[in-house]
Protein backbone atom coordinates (compact mmCIF):
# COMPACT_ATOMS: atom_id res chain seq x y z
CA UNK A 1 0.00 0.00 0.00
CA UNK A 2 1.71 3.35 -0.76
CA UNK A 3 0.91 5.93 1.52
CA UNK A 4 2.26 9.28 3.09
CA UNK A 5 2.60 9.50 6.84
CA UNK A 6 2.83 12.93 8.50
CA UNK A 7 3.63 13.84 12.15
CA UNK A 8 5.68 16.11 14.38
CA UNK A 9 2.23 18.42 14.56
CA UNK A 10 0.83 19.46 18.40
CA UNK A 11 0.28 22.50 20.46
CA UNK A 12 3.21 25.37 20.67
CA UNK A 13 3.67 28.77 21.62
CA UNK A 14 4.19 31.78 19.36
CA UNK A 15 7.65 31.71 18.54
CA UNK A 16 7.94 28.32 18.90
CA UNK A 17 9.44 25.85 16.56
CA UNK A 18 8.45 22.10 15.33
CA UNK A 19 9.59 19.81 12.74
CA UNK A 20 7.21 18.13 10.58
CA UNK A 21 8.06 14.55 8.95
CA UNK A 22 6.71 13.50 5.98
CA UNK A 23 7.26 9.25 5.81
CA UNK A 24 6.47 7.35 2.73
CA UNK A 25 5.67 3.72 2.73
CA UNK A 26 5.03 0.95 -0.08
CA UNK A 27 7.40 3.45 -2.48
CA UNK A 28 10.81 5.38 -2.51
CA UNK A 29 10.55 8.68 -2.32
CA UNK A 30 13.46 10.08 -4.46
CA UNK A 31 11.50 9.80 -7.61
CA UNK A 32 9.25 12.24 -6.68
CA UNK A 33 9.48 16.33 -5.60
CA UNK A 34 7.29 16.72 -2.42
CA UNK A 35 5.53 19.68 -1.08
CA UNK A 36 3.96 20.45 2.45
CA UNK A 37 1.07 22.06 2.07
CA UNK A 38 -1.23 23.51 4.64
CA UNK A 39 -5.23 24.44 5.62
CA UNK A 40 -6.56 26.15 8.11
CA UNK A 41 -10.47 26.35 8.98
CA UNK A 42 -12.40 28.55 6.63
CA UNK A 43 -9.24 28.95 4.07
CA UNK A 44 -8.00 27.63 1.01
CA UNK A 45 -5.16 24.97 0.87
CA UNK A 46 -1.90 27.31 0.87
CA UNK A 47 1.34 25.42 -0.89
CA UNK A 48 4.42 26.27 2.46
CA UNK A 49 7.31 25.04 0.37
CA UNK A 50 8.35 22.54 -2.01
CA UNK A 51 11.19 20.58 -2.58
CA UNK A 52 12.82 18.60 -5.82
CA UNK A 53 13.99 14.96 -6.34
CA UNK A 54 17.46 15.60 -5.05
CA UNK A 55 16.72 18.62 -2.76
CA UNK A 56 18.66 20.85 -5.03
CA UNK A 57 15.92 23.25 -5.29
CA UNK A 58 13.16 24.36 -3.07
CA UNK A 59 10.46 27.15 -2.88
CA UNK A 60 8.61 29.15 -0.07
CA UNK A 61 5.95 30.46 0.32
CA UNK A 62 6.50 34.35 1.06
CA UNK A 63 4.54 34.03 4.22
CA UNK A 64 6.94 31.17 5.64
CA UNK A 65 10.51 32.24 4.09
CA UNK A 66 13.66 32.87 6.57
CA UNK A 67 11.39 30.66 9.31
CA UNK A 68 10.65 27.11 7.30
CA UNK A 69 12.94 24.80 6.06
CA UNK A 70 12.32 22.20 3.83
CA UNK A 71 14.69 19.49 3.80
CA UNK A 72 14.87 15.84 2.83
CA UNK A 73 17.11 12.50 3.08
CA UNK A 74 16.01 9.99 0.85
CA UNK A 75 18.28 7.33 2.62
CA UNK A 76 15.04 7.60 5.24
CA UNK A 77 12.45 7.37 2.86
CA UNK A 78 11.46 10.92 5.06
CA UNK A 79 10.78 14.62 4.02
CA UNK A 80 11.30 17.33 6.71
CA UNK A 81 9.79 21.11 7.38
CA UNK A 82 11.61 22.65 10.22
CA UNK A 83 9.61 25.26 11.51
CA UNK A 84 11.01 28.44 13.55
CA UNK A 85 9.21 31.41 15.19
CA UNK A 86 5.82 30.28 14.72
CA UNK A 87 2.92 32.64 14.80
CA UNK A 88 -0.43 32.10 15.35
CA UNK A 89 -1.39 31.99 11.48
CA UNK A 90 0.54 29.08 11.11
CA UNK A 91 -2.06 27.60 12.52
CA UNK A 92 -3.45 25.13 10.42
CA UNK A 93 -3.77 21.10 9.03
CA UNK A 94 -0.14 20.36 7.57
CA UNK A 95 -0.38 18.01 4.52
CA UNK A 96 2.81 16.19 2.36
CA UNK A 97 2.41 15.09 -0.72
CA UNK A 98 3.97 13.60 -3.73
CA UNK A 99 4.39 14.35 -7.57
CA UNK A 100 6.39 12.74 -10.34
CA UNK A 101 5.61 15.42 -12.79
CA UNK A 102 5.38 18.47 -11.22
CA UNK A 103 8.12 20.88 -11.07
CA UNK A 104 8.83 22.26 -7.41
CA UNK A 105 7.57 25.90 -8.02
CA UNK A 106 4.12 24.55 -10.21
CA UNK A 107 3.17 22.34 -7.21
CA UNK A 108 3.52 25.02 -4.22
CA UNK A 109 2.05 27.73 -6.41
CA UNK A 110 -0.99 25.52 -7.98
CA UNK A 111 -1.79 24.50 -4.47
CA UNK A 112 -1.16 21.07 -4.92
CA UNK A 113 -3.65 20.61 -7.30
CA UNK A 114 -2.40 17.35 -9.69
CA UNK A 115 -0.01 15.81 -6.68
CA UNK A 116 -0.19 11.96 -7.11
CA UNK A 117 0.34 10.93 -3.68
CA UNK A 118 -1.46 12.84 -0.44
CA UNK A 119 -0.88 12.51 3.51
CA UNK A 120 -4.03 12.10 5.87
CA UNK A 121 -2.68 15.76 7.82
CA UNK A 122 -1.10 16.59 10.84
CA UNK A 123 -2.23 19.43 13.17
CA UNK A 124 -0.32 21.94 13.82
CA UNK A 125 -1.75 24.81 16.67
CA UNK A 126 0.12 28.18 17.28
CA UNK A 127 -1.04 29.81 20.83
CA UNK A 128 -0.35 31.02 23.93
Known amino acids: QLQLVESGGGLVQPEGSLRLSCAAS????????IGWFRQAPGKEREGVSC????????HYADSVKGRFTISRDNAKNTVYLQMNSLKPEDTAVYYC?????????????????????WGKGTLVTVSS
Open 26 to 33: GFTLDSYA
Open 51 to 58: ISRRGTRT
Open 97 to 117: AATLGLTVQAMCVSRGYGMDY
